[in-house]
């Protein structure tokens, strides 16, 4: 990951400073642009998968919930997804060194089943996409209502990892996850037997007053304890991912933007697990020190 993260920092510079230019901008257009083509890259797929990832992203983290409404227009679409990867997703269409050549060379090794290569590929661009743009666009709704964060991480005297850090304690991406209990167990007062299903509840569970007393609900940067990237032996694999592309892009937006501020209201999206923005509306006051680039043809 280390050896990834010059490339990172190269990409957020110039998306930072092209969003800043435009003025007013949505948080959340500029999140996925930036989380989608680093992933889209990383995994090594051909550029046109781009909007079928991004749009079928949160159909798939619908179906992690109960069987309601949303959940049931959301199985055809993932369905359809796993039918779309299949096709245009092949040893001829990856980037060689890419991770998903990686999948290929383990398949060829036999360490996985071919078959094993597509839904192996998808696990990860469905667990990389909504996930991370959530927790950069929390970060940057919380920056925004609190100044003085802003300008301390501009001024370098703030991690920005600790601001992302405290944005999914707060606000966890990925609000709960099922799991099935593999032997009698008891948690607090609670017998739990072998079988049953119980539910981790990461979102509560990051604003717990025995943690964090009367703080809880309060975003104070600095600690870097919540459970919005699991625990344990299963804990996010992506998770050095999620937080290299979260710092990259709000060090490059406090580097070259001087005041951040909410520019209307923002909306919920809707999902049956994550939690996030579905527009974030902000203003971000350029620094024309260090602002050198014009501004983009592109902007509204
Ligand atoms: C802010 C962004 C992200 C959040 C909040 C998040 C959250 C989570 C959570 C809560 C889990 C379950 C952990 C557990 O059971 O203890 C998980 C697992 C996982 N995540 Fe993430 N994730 C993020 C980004 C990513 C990215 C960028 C990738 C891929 C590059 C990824 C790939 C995975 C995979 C493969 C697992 C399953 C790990 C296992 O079962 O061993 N995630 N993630």
Redesign the pocket.
């Known amino acids: 990951m280390k050896s990834l993260i010059p490339e990172i920092k190269s990409r957020a510079a110039p998306l930072a400073t092209e969003y800043i230019s435009w003025g007013t901008f949505d948080a959340v257009e500029l999140a996925t642009e930036f989380v989608a083509g680093q992933?889209v890259h990383l995994m090594g797929l051909p550029d046109s998968t781009r909007p079928e990832l991004v749009a079928s992203a949160a159909a798939t983290f619908d179906m992690f919930g109960p069987d309601n409404a949303r959940y049931r227009e959301a199985a055809p679409l993932a369905a359809a997804t796993m039918t779309f990867h299949s096709r245009e997703v092949s040893r001829k269409t990856v980037r060689p060194g890419s991770w998903t050549h990686a999948l290929y060379e383990a398949a060829d090794a036999g360490d996985i089943g071919e078959d094993d290569v597509v839904p192996l590929m998808s696990?990860?661009t469905t667990?990389?996409m909504d996930?991370?743009t959530?927790?950069i666009t929390a970060a940057l709704h919380h920056l925004a209502g609190h100044l003085r964060y802003f300008k301390e991480l501009r001024a370098g005297r703030l991690d920005a990892a600790a601001v992302f850090n405290e944005a999914?304690r707060l606000d966890?991406?990925?609000q709960g996850?099922g799991?099935g209990v593999t032997r009698d167990t008891r948690i607090g007062d609670t017998p739990i037997r072998a079988g049953e299903q119980v539910w981790?509840s990461?979102g509560s569970g990051g604003r717990d007053p025995r943690q964090w007393g009367s703080f809880a609900d309060t975003f104070r940067p600095g600690g870097d304890l919540h459970l919005?990237?699991?625990?344990?032996?299963?804990?996010?694999?992506?998770?050095h991912?999620?937080l290299a592309q979260?710092a990259s892009l709000l060090e490059a937006l406090a580097h070259y933007g001087t005041r951040l501020e909410n520019a209307g209201n923002p909306v919920r999206a809707r999902n049956n697990i994550l939690h996030g923005w579905e527009t974030l509306p902000l203003t971000i006051t350029p620094d024309r020190r260090r602002t050198s680039r014009p501004p983009s043809s592109t902007g509204t």
């Open positions: 992933v696990a990860y667990a990389a996930t991370t959530h927790g999914i966890a991406p990925i996850f799991r981790l990461y919005a990237l699991g625990h344990g032996p299963h804990a996010c694999a992506g998770r991912l999620a979260a």
